[in-house]
């Protein structure tokens, strides 16, 4: 169905047990969609630019799979996502622009928030961070401009420098592991990792670094990381 730009609703079978790659790309006008319990897999793209879908739901036959990357790519309608309960690895370029999209509830098993998922959710309010996740790979929450508060738990092992916060505007608060690592990735990031992943974030006064709390005078920053750790 890929570029149906006039399909606004379409009945799926309950024999259905796999939705390939592009099978809805670009059907814009498309409002509605139930997928069947029995579905097991749905591939990349499968979703994207589907602008007018407001809200969507996985069947729990997925629980375990892996989310594949460019799923809802620039669904700029969509206000809600309900996740399996469970899912596997790498969670990466999931959601980016779907600026409606104000909460998400991430299941266990992910391991890896990948580079874009989150980007330009400007309306996203709440997420959390599974223990599952190790690590938080670049512009995943880049201008998430609703995003007040975020809690990164112990087992996230390493946040990638460039841009990966950059102009959460709104972003007031944040808990990061006492031995959290900003991982360089380019050169733009190479002089103060930390200030590049946090760039423009305006409104962030306080940190807890593991289980203590600072309030910021000024970025937070590759020094005022330094200075939280007493380094």
């Not at 460019?70 to 596997?88: H, K, Q």
């Not at 790498?90 to 959601?95: A, D, H, L």
């Not at 104000?102 to 330009?120: N, V």
Request: aromatic share 10%.
């Amino acid at each position: 169905f890929s570029g149906c730009v006039n399909l606004e609703k379409i009945t799926l079978p309950t024999s259905l047990t796999e939705i390939e790659a592009y099978a809805f790309e670009n059907c814009s006008a498309l409002r509605e969609i139930a997928i069947p319990e029995g579905v097991r897999t749905i591939g990349n793209r499968a979703f994207y630019e589907c602008k007018a879908l407001t809200h969507f739901k996985f069947p729990q036959s997925m629980r375990g799979t892996k989310i594949e990357s460019g799923m809802f790519y620039n669904c700029i309608s969509l206000e809600t996502a309900v996740l399996p309960d469970r899912l596997s690895g790498n969670f990466e370029n999931v959601f980016p622009n779907c600026e409606s999209l104000r909460e998400i509830q991430l299941p266990d098993g992910i391991e890896t928030i990948g580079s874009f998922t989150f980007q330009y959710c400007e309306l996203l309010e709440t997420v959390n961070i599974p223990t599952t996740v190790k690590k938080i790979e670049y512009k995943a929450f880049l201008g998430c401009e609703g995003l007040r508060e975020i809690y990164i738990p112990d087992q996230v092992q390493s946040i990638d420098a460039y841009r990966t916060f950059a102009r959460c505007k709104m972003l007031e608060k944040i808990r990061l592991p006492f031995n959290i690592t900003f991982r360089h990735i380019f050169d733009e990031d190479s002089a103060d990792a930390v200030g590049c992943c946090f760039a423009g974030c305006t409104a962030l006064k306080t940190v807890i670094l593991g289980s203590r709390k600072y309030t910021l005078d000024g970025p937070l920053n590759d020094e005022a990381l330094r200075k939280m750790r007493g380094r």
